[in-house]
């Protein structure tokens, strides 16, 4: 699952949390891994690839709600498969062409920024093992760690250590204005890890990768791929430049999501970091070209030894589980070893996946979210039926421990590392955390976002050795070490354990509490002034405390209000997030932050009622109880950025 995948379904189990906390929906339901199994089955059982394709994808346009996809296969260097399915522009009804529909390619361009760093590697232009600085012209990566550089190859194995920054990093049209270079010089994030200790997936490092590109080959990023990779493979429906040429724009994809009983058009696909997708377009057919060169060692773009070396396991978070090759990752299923690589934007999502051993590969785009952003999901599904065709082996999966070591060591929270240290997107550590609870005969439980299928939110797991589980009834692993959390289905993340008063759950219920406590006060104050005024002598000093409280839980309420309504639909908040001109983006932490300023008021307030006898005992009991339910509750929204600025 990508970050923005992530900060969507935890911002929407956020929303799910309030809106429970007051009553107003019933408990979620969960999948089991058992139905996933019988998907897998049935597909290894529908007989020829493409017909088993056709199926998968005709299903998932009509029960996901995606207008279109195009889908490619290639096989020992030919394109044996490629098809368009549904509509490139659900107003417009034109149909999708795998030869001529554009779509966005996503972080599925981060590939040809693989490709374009080792060719400047092979020419002697960059050193993999060189600190990044040594080639950087118009600015510097700060020294947050000294004797710690960031080097090359921490940009294409996501361990550069940079901050996770997403909010207002896209544009919902072609970027002229700002360079690459200009872009990543104004948005430098902090270092929050050393380099090289922990792949966390990182839009800034394959930015940055492919400004080097352009820095050492002194042409910009989107001409260098056109001249050094696009045209040796014969990809003319391909383009990174913006905008693009007349000819690929007459032919793209709208990108939509679900808007009522029809589509809204997506925006946020555009903007300065083109190496990480931003504005770059292809074709099913013309991505098959592509496939075909990275399988056939390296084709006209790639030496062999390159090539091999894009491929090969470069990093891992454990070693028992899958890692990454150069901005590939690695999956297994059935015990056949691909390398795949997703990519999410607004209204488009594309999968690719490898198999070098049979020298087979696939690709499929939706220009849809779907319904609840099951459009990721659906790529992960198509690759799951491809790995399965070319030989993954059937298996059920665990039932019980192999190993009875005690697995309540590893029961605790665990917070994502991609989750951002410095934007508000920090709020979906609220709910997209993991928490682990141990159960009997060395089995765990997880609940939060490990699983790709947005109806999966609880899993089970059973210990095949000492600190390395498989999931009950599934594939998929999960392993501990040093108080980290890994999974084999996502090799770009790692699960940091948290102390218990880090604990989401803990936050949520604090949160919950206080504000429950703000809003009643905002509701009984006015009542309870009425009352008040029949009593004669009543202190200045007492009705102006009484204002500044109601004024506080009012500022707050209004806060959470402001806050459920950004989060409140999944795929338009995405957008909203990348795109970072949704008002409520400001007005969020504008409140909050005066809430904060009358919240120390209040807090005068309370030495002085106590010193001065204002009210009755309870009155100033409540009073007390109110300013620190506002301190509690704005000390969380700093800790998770949302007071102003962020």
Request: aromatic content about 6%; proline content about 5%.
């Amino acid at each position: 699952m990508t970050n923005r995948q992530r900060l969507t379904a935890a911002l929407q189990a956020l929303l799910l949390a309030l809106l429970a906390a007051i009553g107003t929906v019933g408990t979620a339901g969960t999948a089991g891994a058992a139905e996933r199994e019988k998907q897998a089955e049935a597909a290894r059982a529908a007989g020829s690839l493409p017909a088993a394709l056709d199926r998968l994808v005709r299903r998932q346009l009509a029960d996901y709600r995606i207008p279109g996809a195009s889908v490619v296969v290639v096989e020992d260097g030919k394109q044996v498969y490629a098809k368009g399915y549904g509509l490139a522009d659900a107003d417009a009804g034109t149909k999708v062409d795998p030869e001529r529909t554009g779509f966005f390619l996503a972080s599925d361009a981060k590939v040809f920024t693989a490709v374009a760093v080792l060719q400047q590697v092979e020419k002697g232009r960059l050193d993999l093992s060189s600190d990044v600085n040594r080639y950087l012209k118009d600015f510097q990566i700060r020294d947050s760690h000294p004797g710690h550089p960031v080097t090359v190859r921490d940009l294409l194995t996501h361990t550069a250590g940079f901050d996770n920054t997403v909010v207002g990093l896209s544009t919902a049209h072609p970027e002229t204005g700002t360079s690459l270079g200009e872009s990543l010089a104004e948005n430098q994030p902090r270092r929050v890890r050393p380099p090289g200790e922990t792949a966390s997936y990182d839009n800034y490092g394959v930015a940055l990768a492919g400004h080097l590109v352009e820095t050492v080959s002194g042409i910009p990023f989107a001409d260098y791929v056109d001249r050094a990779i696009l045209r040796p493979l014969g990809m003319d429906r391909t383009s990174f430049a913006q905008p693009h040429p007349r000819r690929i724009e007459a032919g793209l994809a709208r990108g939509h999501r679900p808007d009522g009983d029809g589509q809204a058009t997506a925006r946020g696909q555009y903007g300065a970091w083109s190496p990480t997708g931003a504005g770059a377009v292809s074709t099913a057919t013309d991505m098959g070209r592509l496939l075909n060169a990275l399988l056939s060692d390296g084709g006209r773009v790639l030496r062999p030894g390159s090539d091999a070396a894009l491929l090969k396991r470069q990093f891992g978070n454990d070693k028992r589980l899958p890692g990454l090759g150069y901005l590939l990752e690695e999956r297994v299923r059935g015990g056949q070893r691909m390398l795949v690589k997703d990519g999410d934007l607004p209204g488009f999502h594309g999968n690719l996946a490898l198999i070098p051993e049979r020298r087979a590969g696939v690709y499929v785009v939706y220009n849809g979210d779907g319904e609840d952003g099951r459009a990721f999901h659906a790529g992960r599904q198509v690759a799951e039926l491809f790995a399965d065709h070319h030989g993954a082996r059937a298996t059920g999966g665990a039932e019980r421990s192999a190993s009875t070591a005690d697995v309540n060591q590893y029961a605790g929270d665990y917070r994502a590392s991609r989750t951002s240290s410095s934007d508000l997107s920090r709020a979906s550590a609220l709910t997209g955390s993991v928490r682990v609870t141990a159960g009997e005969d060395a089995t765990l439980t997880t609940e939060g976002p490990l699983s790709s299928d947005p109806d999966v939110v609880e899993q089970h797991w059973v210990q095949v050795r000492p600190g390395l589980f498989r999931e009950k009834g599934g594939q998929d692993r999960i392993a501990f070490r040093d108080g980290r959390l890994s999974i084999a289905s996502d090799p770009s993340v790692a699960y940091q354990r948290l102390p218990w008063y880090e604990s989401p759950v803990l936050h949520q219920r604090v949160l919950i509490g206080c504000l429950a406590v703000l809003v009643l006060t905002v509701l009984a104050l006015p009542v309870a002034g009425l009352v008040r005024r029949r009593a004669q002598g009543r202190p200045a000093g007492a009705r102006t405390a009484s204002v500044i409280g109601w004024t506080t839980g009012a500022l707050v309420t209004a806060a959470v209000a402001c806050f459920v309504l950004l989060i409140s639909d999944g795929n338009a908040m995405n957008e909203t997030i990348m795109l970072g001109d949704s008002p409520l983006l400001t007005l969020v932490p504008a409140l909050t932050t005066v809430a904060l300023a009358t919240t120390a008021a209040m807090l005068v307030c309370s030495v002085l009622a106590w010193r001065r006898r204002w009210w009755h005992l309870t009155g100033r009991l409540h009073y007390t109880c109110l300013t620190l339910a506002a301190l509690l509750f704005l000390g969380l929204c700093a800790s998770y950025r949302l007071l102003w600025p962020v």
